[in-house]
């Protein structure tokens, strides 16, 4: 799943790490994530929603296309 999480983080200038401490998740998840290996659970998306004040659909990309019928 794509995801904007490495920009909005670049953007207010965190590490990985302090991003994981916000959410309590480890380093390598917030790695995970970014690098696409790692889809995030529900609760956590909205958690990551919920830190940088926008909507899900916002951050995450689920690269969904619907079919014509």
Sequence with gaps: MKNQ?????AK??????VLA?????SRQSINAI??????P???LAFKIS??????IEEIFDDE????DE
């Excluded at 207010?12 to 790490?17: E, F, L, M, N």
């Excluded at 401490?21 to 998740?25: A, F, M, P, R, S």
């Excluded at 919920?50 to 909507?55: G, I, N, S």
């Design 34 to 39: 970014e690098t696409g290996k790692y889809d």
């Design 50 to 55: 919920r830190l940088f004040e926008m909507p």
């Design 12 to 17: 207010r200038r965190w590490s990985q790490g």
């Design 5 to 9: 999480l490495h920009v909005l983080r």
């Design 21 to 25: 401490e916000n959410l309590g998740v």
């Design 64 to 67: 969904f296309e619907a079919m």
């Design 41 to 43: 659970s529900l609760p």
